[in-house]
């Protein structure tokens, strides 16, 4: 059957949905995918903003609330963390009627099954209509001891609809957007997949990723759509929700 591009949405609709570090943020990776997920799955749709520009907004402001010395939250100030904690407080401020766990999709024993790994994240995407964030790392050795894991958002993967799923060929390449790149600039990132390398023959690797071939899926993270505004009303628009322009 040949390769098939699968995307979630359309291109210039996903990679709009690219919130970017601006500053003292080195560490939050994670919050910045996070946002771009709230943004695209609609649980910010009442934000008088365009797409790209919710998510920034929804970053900044929980950077603002980090930094607070009185936050609850202020230990994630700059630091590494997880996704689902900017979910936590999103549900938590707007949402606190209903229960996160409804939409919230992780595995905690995901690690002894990292070989599944695209085809979690398609049954994430076509099965619960959510919104993928994928911890990639790279573990050190010997001769290049810095091991490093780094957050971003998933957006689609280039199948063979031909092959089983366990044909370490079906899955060949996954489409990304990252808070690193270039600042301002939204843009939908491609990188080839490979089941395997010399390090773990059932992970799936990601090519020059970063500028290295050892990054691979190391975590996933979802959350669902949020539904109609007949199912879950949407809150009153906030004020103060701050914007980097």
Known sequence: MGITKYLVDDEWVVKSHDAKKTGNDNNMCWAAAASNILAWTRWSSFIPREPGQSAQAIFETFKEEVKKEDSDLHFLNNQMSTPNKVWEWWFDIHYHDIDLKNYYYHD?????????????????????????????????????????????????????ESLDDDNPEKYSKIYITDSDDTP?????????VTKGNGNNPNYWYLKKFLGKDDYFI????????????????????????????
């Open 108 to 160: 905690p024993n995901f690690f002894g099954y990292r070989q599944e790994a695209l085809e979690r994240i398609r049954d994430y995407f076509q099965e619960k209509k959510a919104g993928v964030v994928i911890q990639t790392t790279r573990m050190g050795n010997s001769d290049d001891p810095s091991g490093n894991s780094h957050y971003v958002t998933c957006w689609g993967f280039d199948f063979d």
């Open 184 to 192: 301002s600039i939204p843009q939908l990132q491609d990188y080839i």
């Open 218 to 245: 190391a975590d996933i993270y979802a959350l669902g759509s949020k539904p109609s505004d007949d199912e879950v009303a949407a809150p009153d628009a906030p004020t103060g929700l701050s914007i980097t322009t």
